[in-house]
């Protein structure tokens, strides 16, 4: 396709036009890097995707607003590394006592617990089963058989590209419901 060969701030402007498929382009163009380098400080696939996923929702949810003219590679880069810097305050905030967690455990409700985690998964569910056939296949394999996006291209002979795209769509859908 002519497109790939296109600058940022040309695609950019055809997401504004709703280009869903030009937002595609500039995913795959920075999805690897972005992981790469992420992947150096946080060491965790399902993080460094998570804050890459979030990252380029925001891309998306902002487009309108982007003065970008030049490449977008060094804005994703600034805010990946910033969110990767919130990510690690969270994490260092999240750290409770083991005796603070031996009494809370005493402590919970453990019948709401559970009542809460089925109708979220159930929600999952349902949210998973609006996926089209494929997408939902590939992304059952990524996240629930923890297949890599290789062993899964290989089973359903397609490109690695491919399986990368649908788990990224699903999980961009999954996160706006």
Request: one cysteine or more.
């Amino acid at each position: 396709m002519a497109n790939r060969s296109l600058p940022d701030h040309e695609l950019l402007q055809r997401c504004r036009e709703g280009n869903t498929r030009a937002f595609d382009l500039l995913f795959e163009r920075y999805f690897n890097k972005l992981n790469l380098f992420a992947l150096k400080y946080i060491r965790q696939q399902s993080i460094t995707e998570e804050l890459i996923m979030d990252l380029m929702l925001k891309v998306w949810e902002k487009k309108d607003s982007f003065q970008e003219e030049g490449s977008l590679g060094p804005y994703l880069f600034k805010a990946l590394k910033n969110s990767m810097i919130d990510y690690f305050r969270k994490k260092e905030l999240s750290t409770t006592p083991i005796c603070k967690l031996i009494e809370d455990s005493f402590t919970q409700d453990t019948t709401n617990e559970a009542v809460s985690y089925n109708e979220l998964q159930k929600i999952y569910l349902d949210h998973l089963n609006q996926l089209s056939p494929q997408r939902k296949l590939v992304f059952e394999m990524s996240r629930h058989e923890n297949l890599s996006y290789r062993q899964i291209a290989t089973n359903l002979n397609l490109s690695v590209k491919t399986v990368e795209s649908h788990v990224s769509a699903a999980l961009l859908f999954l996160r706006k419901k």
